[in-house]
């Protein structure tokens, strides 16, 4: 295997088809046969947040800035921090995305993307569901 250096791309804005409020996408690693995943940066502004969606073959967050938030289909909302990785399973529905109050910044970490892609994006998380913190 060659030794490959990666460029990170610019910051271009998380489209609205995927994402509610302002989202920052930094692309750090395109898929490429080597590794077979893609890594990308992603910046939520207060209260921006993915739709709904689910990986088919799983993912990785890393939490590299500020408090956010995390949920799994029925499940209740989880706070992340700084520090702080998620594992997400294949096929499981959810969304990640900012607190209220503050930006957040994750690392996401799609594996396997030759077999069956990154994402799979859903419906949008409606505000009443994104207000269920307990």
Known sequence: MAQNINRASAASPGPASNFSGSVQ?????AAN???DCIVSSVT???KA???WHTHPNGQLLVV???TGYYQEKGKPIQIIHEGDSVTIPP?????HGANPSGQFTHIAINPNVSKGGAVIWLQA?????YNKVH
């Open 49 to 51: 947040r993915t739709f």
């Open 33 to 35: 046969p080597e590794t």
């Open 125 to 129: 998380v409606t505000d009443v569901e």
């Open 91 to 95: 096929q499981v529905t959810h969304w």
């Open 44 to 46: 939520f502004e207060p």
């Open 64 to 66: 590299t800035k500020g």
């Open 25 to 29: 996408v930094t692309m750090l690693v």
